[in-house]
């Protein structure tokens, strides 16, 4: 017979689980956290000295799945709706990092509280046809002190006031801004002149020495790579907290299939090693922060069948608009992005009207990112070839020459918009992978044409020559014809709402304090529980919400026993 | 045929005439101007070596090691390729040697080799590529569909990837466009990031 080794099972080691980890061996509890992919990250025996393999490396990271997951190995599948038939695309579907650290590893860690609205849209907006719009079972104040927490543990730089839409905080940032990029600047310039309001965008990435790891140094390496030089505080900090204690296991290279269940109660998982053979592990709970795409696979594979695991996933609509100026911006030296503004968050007259045109009761936009890219072998493929190719990359317009932003715009939750078990497509290991059908609300079109608008006189601004505009997924039906499946395809990598959690079995799949519904001894501690994304990067959110919901689990577990 | 004969040794996967349709071929896909070499001097068909005969050698040519080239400071490890797992293997191996008819390689339904791609690619631009005047050896690029596509990422890769791949030789893809490449752990200094 099986024994228990630990209290606690965590699947998944990125934020949320890393955080829950640390939470849990703070308690004195011990805890197995399982990661499907490979450790590049921290040595378990030597927490406090970190791996040393990350680096500049563009063709490792973004040609070569570095992080996983290898799309062929562990595929995910896409359609737009049933009428595609069983899919339409087999491989890469917003795929985070598979390895230790997760989505936190790949990051540029541009992490922004949510705002009070955030909690409560529909109240505060109401409905909207088509769209499973719902209030979060708790409200910004309720978070409020987690947020603090986990902006300490992360280590976050930024400067409290400058954002005039920021919702209260009681604490400062425990980092000042790092230094701003140069395209940030301009783009913030112009935006000033017009009535906008940017600030220095609240990042994970030190700018001073912070928790032992030391200030970033504007390598240009920052998005969808490892930090070589561990300047990037997520999820680093908290999975070193945890295993410091002695407490935690690191089981890297280990793909958890089933949470095994008897009675209403998890008793443990089975997994799967990198020799692909199967293994159960025993505890008194489970822990699933495997993310909002393999989280409720997860649950569908153990057989859960609450109706609602699964439904309503969200992205971000993201919207680009990208000028070509006469001079250059350097976007490869520094953070990635330095400056955000919050403006087009804010329901205010010109969309409302602009919703009210598209016979909408209201719109939200999102998070406004100034970015400017910075690689070149991703520049050099768009160019074509031949002796231009050359003459394109000296000038560099699509790279040096380029700024602008990305707005992650509010996406509705529909509970048509899914995460199922593909019907017949299988990972290496012979499992059933994670089958997305998603289609965009129309508010997310017009929230995209409005705004996208607005963006543009900013860039228009700048002295832009020539403007571009984007969305992913592709926003007009127009362009539909000519694009193939991928284009419909949301490539945000925020991802949200699978399992969210509510005050109703019937309308969620968690309870308000995260637990499963079916088995309240399993803690979903990832975006999966969101009901609604907001305009803003997930993570600092689901930090957050996993130390409050993990929190109150660690005393229920305590009444349980007395 | 010994491998003396037909021109290929123990790490490379193609044959010395391949090897020069394809040099001719980068030529074109990026031509030498007076800011750099073209891609085929720059190390494009040492790339294209290096991936397709990546497991020749080991660890194989997939991942190099990190962190630091030792360009700008530090140990240099990017020549350290990482070891891979089985499971890894699998996957790059199914990419580089194609399915075969091999059950574990076919889960998805048979793939085509990057080997197999370019031999036949290489074969449809045809023997007396190399010596054609350069407005035939366009023709013929333009005419070779998807296998154009396939080449011409390869040489962007093979131009402006780190040099320990097998490409950008002396750095001449990041040189000819002013570009740096791998900063760490040297980093850039404040000044640059906010300066115009």
Known sequence: MTTRDFHTIIVGSGPGGSTVADELTQAGRSVVIFERGHNHLIDPAHPDDLMQVFSNDELKYTERHFLGPDPWLEPRTFRQSEADGERLHVGEVNNLPATVGGGGVHADGKLPRFREDD?????????????????????????????????????????????????????????????????????????????????????????????????????????????????????????????????????????????????????????????????????????????????????????????????????????????????????????????????????????????????????????????????????????????????????????????????????????????????????????????????????EIVASQHHGARLRSIVQETGADRIFLATSPMATDELRGLHSAISMLPISRHVAGTARMGRDPKTSVCDEWGRLWEASNVLVADSSLFPTISGYGPTLTLVALAIRNVRAFLGRQAEVKR | MTSAEDGRDATRFLSLAQRRILAAACARLVPADEYGPGADEAGAVDYIEGLLGAFLVYPPRIWAGGPFSGRFGGEASFASFHRLTAVDELAWRTRIEGSKGIAERERLGPVAGLQERYTEGLAALGDDFPALPPEEQDHRLRSAGSFLDLLYQHVCEGLYAAPEYGGNRDLAGWRSIGYLGDVQPRGYPDEEVSGA
């Open chain 1, 119 to 443: 909690f409560r849209v529909l109240s505060e907006l109401g409905p909207i046809d088509g769209a499973t719009v719902a209030d979060w079972p708790l409200t910004y104040d309720d978070l409020e002190p987690h947020y603090a927490t986990a902006e300490r543990l992360v280590g976050v730089a930024g400067l409290a006031g400058a954002n005039p839409f920021a919702p209260w905080r009681s604490s400062p940032y425990p980092m000042p801004p790092g230094p701003p990029m140069y395209a940030g600047l301009v783009t913030s310039e112009a935006a000033g002149r017009l009535g906008y309001h940017p600030y220095p965008a609240p990042t994970g990435v030190n700018s001073v020495p912070y928790d032992g790891r030391p200030a970033c140094n504007n390598c240009g390496f920052c998005a969808n790579f490892g930090c070589p030089i561990h300047a990037k505080g997520d999820p680093v900090a908290m999975l070193r907290r945890a295993l410091r204690t002695g407490r935690a296991e690191l089981r890297a290279d280990a793909f958890v299939s089933r949470i095994l269940v008897q009675g209403g109660r998890a008793t443990g998982v089975e997994w799967i090693d990198r020799d692909g053979q199967t293994h159960q592990e025993l505890s008194e709970d489970v822990v699933v922060a495997a993310g909002a795409m393999e989280t409720p696979r997860l649950l569908l594979l153990s057989g859960f069948t609450n109706e609602n695991i699964g439904r309503n996933i969200m992205f971000h609509m993201q919207t680009y608009v990208l000028g070509e100026v006469p001079f250059r911006v350097h976007g490869h030296i520094g953070r990635s992005v330095t400056h955000a503004h919050d403006d087009h968050i804010i329901v205010d007259d010109p969309a409302r009207k602009a919703a009210q045109a598209a016979g909408l009761p209201w719109i939200k936009g999102g998070f406004v990112e100034h970015a400017s890219p910075a690689h070149v072998i991703a520049e050099a493929k768009l160019y074509p070839w031949g002796h231009e190719h050359r003459r394109l990359m000296r000038d560099s317009p699509m790279r040096d020459r380029l700024l602008g932003f990305c707005m992650q715009g509010e996406d509705l939750p529909q509970a048509t918009n899914r995460v199922d078990l593909d019907p017949s497509v299988r990972d290496v290991r012979g499992v059933p992978v994670a089958r997305t059908t998603y289609k965009v609300h129309r508010h």
